[in-house]
């Protein structure tokens, strides 16, 4: 710390090279403390990830007591336990159409959907269709920042500067009904309407070129919690079947029960193909995410070359494996899904009172413990606030200085404008914390509005 001070200019290539951000020494429970003594309530778990809070006894010991077993072996030389465990849970709780589908683990959330997309155009080559290689994903939509993931993600700002290096994909409207559901129109319909441009771009690029839809069931970082309309899911499940591509549901983010249950697709009834996991998996206290493969896409496998054709140094690391699996063992022996969905309908509520009438809040969203307040500068025209503002990023700044963590994205509307704040606390958040969340968002929004909007 003192080496850190002294030398004022950090080596650490920070994501601001201007700005070294506090120094944090310490979890506790909802709290992370910073090195000079300061506590901040953390209310997204950085990005959606600490699900249990900070430094949770039972899942350092889990750590602790797997690293002193066998902290490591590679892959092609030997399994481990925490990982064939760790497998079998997860397809156990996979939807029931599933089937004995099978698990690879990863370092993160875009590994995870490399792996997801890779084998998508492996299955289709064990098939003999090898001119499926093609995806379509939705605009708006965050996949993950290595290039196969950037290159299916749909937010114009964050692909702008690698556009040049990624390939080529296509997307299609997301199901976004606070901007795209017209007057004159049900959830139900517009959620048909939207889905049925997926339908419309296979028949475009032609079904033989098509591998794989990928898509958020609960838009996350870049949408902010846009949560799926009755029946939209069901219907690209049926499209995807319809034209034989595979469905890749990206629950990187909104699945491992932040939601309210582990898988949103179980929610929502259907099946994918192909299921990638992270954040709440390990939640933080290891880096790791799963690409679930369903039955039928291992069995293709089985049947054809018998080998993936994918691998990376560090996949199904045995302290990685030994954490996530403690994680679900404490979410469910504490029934903390049940507290997932009670405090979640808590915060929802405690948004609404406090925030609902706000002149410049346009939209609360969300479901479980995964809420989104979308700030606009006129709730009538639902028109955003000058992106030259960056309101999400003052909201961020002040929000912390004022002891709060939360996640504000900006782009939210066409990927360069509107601005969200995105809230995801532990899923053992009080609801005494979520009334203090509320009441410190609600000011460090007040601050940062344009001091002729601070309604
Ligand atoms: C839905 C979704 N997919 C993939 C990723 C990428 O995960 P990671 O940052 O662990 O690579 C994220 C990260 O926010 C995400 O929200």
């Known amino acids: ?20 951000p506090p120094v944090a020494v310490a979890g506790e429970g909802a709290y992370i403390v910073d090195a000079e003594g300061k506590r901040y309530l953390d209310a997204s778990g950085g990005a959606a990830v600490s699900c249990l809070g900070h430094n949770h006894p039972r899942i350092v010991a889990a750590v602790r007591e797997q690293l002193g077993r066998l902290e490591y072996i590679h892959t092609s030389f ?6 064939e465990a760790l497998a ?17 683990f990863l370092g993160s959330g875009s590994e995870a959907i490399e792996a997801g997309l890779k084998l998508a155009r492996q299955y289709f080559v064990e098939r003999g269709e090898h001119s ?17 993931a950037l290159a299916v993600g749909g937010h114009a700002g964050r692909r702008r500067l690698y556009a040049p290096i990624l390939v080529e994909t296509t997307q299609i409207a997301p199901c976004y009904a606070y901007r795209g559901q017209r007057d004159d129109e049900t959830p139900e319909a517009y959620g048909l309407r939207v889905a049925d441009e997926l339908d419309a771009e296979i028949r475009r690029l032609g079904p033989e070129t098509v591998a794989a839809f990928v898509v958020e069931p609960i838009g996350g970082a870049t949408l902010g919690t846009v949560t799926p309309v009755p029946g939209y899911l069901a219907r690209i499940r049926e499209i995807c079947d319809r034209h034989g591509v595979l469905l890749i549901a990206d629950e990187v983010m909104c699945g491992m029960g932040r939601c309210g249950d582990w898988l949103v697709v179980a929610q929502e009834g259907i099946s994918p193909d192909i299921i990638t996991v992270a954040k709440g998996l390990g939640a933080g206290y290891q880096p790791i995410a799963a690409m679930m493969a369903s039955e039928r896409v291992v069995r293709a496998i089985e049947d054809g070359s018998g080998q993936l054709a994918h691998g990376h140094t560090y996949m199904s690391h045995a302290v990685a494996c030994a954490a996530s699996l403690e994680v679900i063992r404490t979410i469910e022996e504490e029934a903390l899904l049940d507290a997932v969905r009670a405090r979640g309908e808590f915060l ?10 706000h002149p410049h809040v346009g939209d609360i969203r969300g479901r479980g413990l995964f809420q989104t307040l979308e700030l606009v ?10 992106a030259r503002l960056r309101l999400a990023a003052n909201i961020k700044a002040t929000a912390q200085q004022m002891g709060l963590i939360c996640y504000p994205s900006s782009g939210t509307a066409d990927g360069v404008n509107g601005d969200h704040v995105l809230l995801a606390p532990p899923f053992t958040v009080t609801e005494a914390q979520v009334e203090e ?19």
């Not at 710390?1 to 070294?20: K, W």
């Not at 030997?78 to 990982?83: G, I, V």
Request: charged share 25%; aromatic share 6%; with cysteine.
């Open 348 to 357: 929802s509520r405690c948004l609404q009172d406090a925030l609902g009438q």
């Open 78 to 83: 030997f399994t481990n336990e925490p990982s």
């Open 377 to 386: 500068a006129d709730r009538e025209t639902k028109q955003p606030f000058d």
């Open 1 to 20: 710390m003192t080496r850190l001070d002294a030398r004022r200019v950090s080596a650490v290539l920070h994501r601001d090279l201007r700005h070294t």
């Open 132 to 148: 499926r290689g093609r995806f379509i994903s939705r605009r708006g939509s965050y996949h993950g920042n290595t290039l196969g």
């Open 437 to 455: 969340i509320v009441a410190t968002l609600g000011r460090a929004i007040a601050a940062c509005l344009p001091s002729a909007l601070a309604g």
């Open 88 to 104: 079998q849970a997860l397809v156990d709780r996979a939807p029931v159409g599933f089937g004995r589908g099978r698990v690879a």
